[in-house]
């Protein structure tokens, strides 16, 4: 069983509207990642947090640390979003490791 | 980008072939790891390492070995390729391993063993 559950698996979206990704986990955590990764492309690291909110261009990332979740936000978005998003968290003892939802593919459509 | 390159970005070899993944980096980072990425699974961790010489597993080991012999190159080796091998492998590197450190990715090699 992924300690790191994402939702949704899947999402279409038209050009403009205000997308949500949803991480939740299972264990105590000291941070929280998100990654962007393009079709046949490398994976980009867009956050990193341990609480609070955290802001970059149109993406606003969250956490809650008490209910063990996390939300990705993209205002008015952009065919160029498409890409599938990934959170990580770390866990356990071992602080160089990084546990990873399976991922959420966006598509956004003109 | 962080400066991390993967060698070769494509290969398809046989079953029971060796294969060796080279991953290269010009950032200076003491840690270094090894992924794989499969459909319906989340990035998993093969092995990493965290210097020179000092390498550990991951949750996914089995069937691979890696080397450091140099801070800047961290080598994948699958000693017999098995048809499960077959997936993408991404090489990422951290400055340490402290939590709030992040992993920057290469940009990773497709590996097909027929």
């Known amino acids: 069983k992924n300690e790191v559950e994402q939702s949704p698996q899947n999402l279409t979206a038209q050009e403009g509207e205000f997308i949500t990704i949803n991480c939740s986990y299972s264990?105590?955590?000291?941070?929280l990642h998100w990654l962007q990764q393009h079709p046949g492309g490398g994976i980009v690291s867009l956050f990193m947090?341990?609480?609070g909110k955290k802001k970059h261009g149109r993406l606003i990332a969250t956490i809650n640390i008490q209910e063990k979740h996390s939300s990705l936000h993209i205002t008015a978005s952009h065919p160029r979003d498409s890409a599938v998003y990934i959170c990580?968290?770390?866990?356990?003892?071992?602080?160089?490791?990084?546990?990873f939802g399976k991922g959420t593919l966006l598509t956004v459509n003109p | 980008d962080a400066g991390i390159t993967q060698s070769p970005r494509h290969k398809v070899t046989e079953t029971g072939t060796p294969v060796t993944l080279r991953c290269h980096q010009t950032?200076?980072?003491?840690?270094m790891y090894w992924y794989r990425q499969d459909p319906g699974h989340g990035l998993r961790l093969i092995h990493y390492?965290?210097?020179?010489?000092?390498?550990d597993k991951g949750e996914v080991s089995d069937g691979y070995s890696v080397s450091r012999s140099k801070t800047e190159d961290f080598l994948l080796t699958l000693e017999s390729a098995t048809s499960s091998q077959t997936s993408v492998y991404f090489c990422?590197?951290?400055?340490?391993?402290?939590?709030?450190?992040?992993?920057?990715f290469g940009p990773g090699t497709r590996l097909t063993v027929l």
């Open positions: 990422a590197i951290s400055e340490s391993g402290g939590v709030r450190n992040e992993q920057f």
């Open positions: 264990v105590g955590i000291s941070a």
């Open positions: 947090l341990s609480s």
């Open positions: 990580a968290v770390h866990s356990g003892g071992s602080n160089y490791k990084l546990t």
């Open positions: 950032e200076n980072h003491r840690y």
């Open positions: 390492s965290y210097g020179v010489k000092d390498t």
